[in-house]
T-cell receptor, first 112, second 110 residues
Framework: GEDVEQSLFLSVREGDSSVINCTYT??????LYWYKQEPGAGLQLLTY?????DMKQDQRLTVLLNKKDKHLSLRIADTQTGDSAIYFC????????????FGRGTSLIVHP | NAGVTQTPKFRILKIGQSMTLQCAQD?????MYWYRQDPGMGLKLIYY???????DKGEVPNGYNVSRSTTEDFPLRLELAAPSQTSVYFC?????????FGPGTRLTVL
């Protein structure tokens, strides 16, 4: 299977919370990232969490990390139509070239 | 700072033609990367560089070449274009934790 797995689609109503999930396989991951890609654009870092943390909150965004289950989630509170984008989970492993491994991305669709 | 810039934005090639995708960054980053993005497939690493004069293969290097003669520039060369190389190509650079991405080049090979 893939090293980093995400579901491909998520549809939510404007104003609701969105939760995007990701699982990874390497327990030596040091950093875990969420990148956002808007249509026709490159990826932009949304937030990241270091592997010794369980949670990180930044305004409407909450990242939860469960190292035992190798599970990462991104919660977006009060989701807006401007949040419609593709969200990529990525992990960076210890050692080697420190190059992140990306998931396939989750398309978040926000409807009124 | 302009960040990471890529040219061209769009290109259509015929099978067998060659071209160079340009990438430049003005942040003095040591690390630079080339990815391709196919629908529903995420990002696949083609080549990367840890500094001027040093390059290495990623997951999908076949059909591509790179060079890194300066810190700023990291061009990607396609020698004999094939339909399988139809994709969106992203260049990125990094210093430590975060990668910075360019806007992408959409390439179609017919």
């Amino acid at each position: 299977g893939e090293d980093v797995e995400q579901s491909l689609f998520l549809s939510v109503r404007e104003g609701d919370s969105s939760v995007i999930n990701c699982t990874y396989t390497d327990s030596s991951s040091t950093y875990l990232y969420w990148y956002k890609q808007e249509p026709g654009a490159g990826l932009q870092l949304l937030t990241y969490i270091f592997s010794n943390m369980d949670m990180k909150q930044d305004q409407r965004l909450t990242v939860l990390l469960n190292k035992k289950d190798k599970h990462l989630s991104l919660r977006i509170a009060d989701t807006q139509t401007g949040d419609s984008a593709i969200y990529f989970c990525a992990e960076r492993r210890r050692g080697g070239s420190y190059i992140p491994t990306f998931g396939r991305g989750t398309s978040l669709i926000v409807h009124p | 700072n302009a960040g990471v810039t890529q040219t061209p934005k769009f290109r259509i090639l015929k099978i067998g033609q060659s071209m160079t995708l340009q990438c430049a960054q003005d942040m003095n980053h040591n690390y630079m990367y080339w990815y391709r993005q196919d629908p529903g497939m995420g990002l696949k690493l083609i080549y990367y560089s840890v500094g001027a004069g040093i390059t290495d293969k990623g997951e999908v290097p076949n059909g591509y070449n790179v060079s890194r003669s300066t810190t700023e520039d990291f061009p990607l060369r396609l020698e004999l274009a094939a339909p399988s190389q139809t994709s969106v190509y992203f260049c990125a650079s990094s210093y430590s934790i975060e990668q910075f991405f360019g806007p992408g080049t959409r390439l179609t090979v017919l």
